[in-house]
C-alpha cells in the first residue's frame, strides 16, 4: 500500500486548502489526516472508514475541516476552510485498520504518505 499526499501550500487566515491522499494497492483501510508542527507530536486531524460509516474530527478542526472519499478514484480528500496559523503544519494521511476507539492513535496505522506542508499567514 501507498500513500501519496498533495495539495499544500501557503495561504492567508481565513482562505482555504484541499488535500488529496491517493491510495495504491490494497485500499480497504481506514484513511486518517494527521498533522505535525515543528517541535510538536503528530496529532489526529480527521478520519474516514473507507466502507462508509461517520467521520471523524479533531475538536480543533469541527466545523472547518471536511474529510471525504472517492473511491472509484482511490482518494481521500480534507477540505479545510476559515485556516488559521495554528493550522500550520506538514499534513500525512495515513491507512490502517484501527478499532474506534484507537482511531486518534499515530501507532493504529501502518502505511503513511510523505507529507505536505501547510503554511497559514496571519
Known amino acids: 500500500v501507498q500513500l501519496q499526499a498533495s495539495g499544500g501550500g501557503l495561504v492567508q487566515a481565513g482562505g482555504s486548502l484541499r488535500l488529496s491522499c491517493v491510495v495504491s494497492?490494497?485500499?480497504?483501510?481506514?484513511i486518517a489526516w494527521f498533522r505535525q508542527a515543528p517541535g510538536e507530536e503528530r496529532a489526529f486531524v480527521a478520519a474516514?472508514?473507507?466502507?462508509?460509516?461517520?467521520?471523524y474530527y479533531a475538536d480543533s478542526v469541527k466545523g472547518r475541516f471536511t474529510i471525504s472519499r472517492d473511491n472509484a478514484k482511490n482518494t481521500v480528500y480534507l477540505q479545510m476552510n476559515s485556516l488559521k496559523p495554528e493550522d500550520t503544519a506538514v499534513y500525512y494521511c495515513a491507512a490502517g485498520t484501527p478499532i474506534t476507539s484507537s482511531l486518534t492513535r499515530p501507532q493504529a496505522y501502518v502505511y503513511w504518505g510523505q507529507g505536505t506542508q501547510v503554511t497559514v499567514s496571519s
Open positions: 474516514i472508514r473507507w466502507s462508509g460509516g461517520p467521520m
Open positions: 494497492g490494497r485500499t480497504f483501510y481506514t
